[in-house]
């Protein structure tokens, strides 16, 4: 079957069970997607022959083949910059904070709190008999809540440390390099735009590395790229459609 590939479709990421060979906990990555690319290699040896006196090449042999997947995204989700650092997400709930001890203070010097997106502000000194409280827009500012942002304007005759009480709001937080390896399958439900062509992609185990980039801060959209080398997959003895590095299904165009 002659094709012409013009690739769009969406992406799913989930779990190979190596004792049932099927993927689950699947889900899609978003639809902002750039670049899905695999790239295999194949190592040789050679023997020379001895009887002509030229050491001409008489056998080529394998010793090591291997596959590698880029995936190049523009849309995700906390989950896969989670996976891209090599780290977990986690909902945090939302709660309050008693007493969270800020650090000396200088007057327009600036305080992060623990937790962002904070609401119901009171701030305290230290002093032992009887604190004060300090007054908003007078000696502080929430210079932004959602970032947990606070301006300090006035000193007065306060006594430092300020010791700080606020609610924060539920939010997710990733903790890079907090996991040791990220082993995930990717199926691509492909159609090619140029003659309708359709395949059907499955990866089964991928190892990926970390992100070699994340840009924060550009004025166009970031793009999120990660790699990960081709495992070998436990499959069904004999499996007409499964390999042990996946397989890829041509269809016919709709």
Do not use: W
């Amino acid at each position: 079957m002659d094709m012409v590939i013009v690739g769009q479709g969406p992406i799913y990421i989930g779990d190979y069970d190596q004792t049932t060979y099927k993927v689950k906990n699947e889900v899609a990555i978003g639809c902002g997607n750039r670049v899905l690319s695999l790239s295999l290699t194949r190592e040789t040896s050679e023997i020379k022959e001895s009887c002509s006196g030229s050491r001409l090449t008489l056998m080529e042999y394998e010793t090591s083949k291997e596959g590698t997947i880029r995936l190049e995204m523009q849309e995700f989700d906390e989950n896969m910059l989670a996976m891209a650092l090599y780290g977990t997400a986690a909902t945090v709930s939302g709660s309050a904070v008693t007493g969270e001890t800020m650090p000396t203070m200088a007057v327009n010097g600036f305080y992060h709190t623990k937790y962002p997106d904070i609401s119901a502000v009171t701030i305290k000194d230290s002093d032992n008999v009887t604190p004060a409280t300090l007054v908003l827009n007078t000696d502080y500012e929430i210079s932004h809540a959602k970032y947990g942002r606070i301006k300090i304007l006035d000193l007065a005759a306060y006594t430092q440390p300020f010791k700080i009480d606020y609610t924060y709001a539920g939010h997710e937080n990733i903790k890079p390099f907090s996991i040791s390896n990220a082993i995930k399958a990717i199926r691509f439900d492909g159609i090619s735009t140029a003659d309708n062509t359709r395949v059907r992609v499955l990866l089964p185990r991928i190892a990926f590395s970390p992100t070699d980039e994340f840009n924060f801060l550009g004025e166009e959209a970031t793009t999120l790229a990660i790699e990960g080398k081709l495992l070998m997959a436990n499959t069904p003895t004999a499996d007409p459609v499964l390999g042990q590095f996946g397989n890829i299904e041509i269809l016919k165009a709709a």
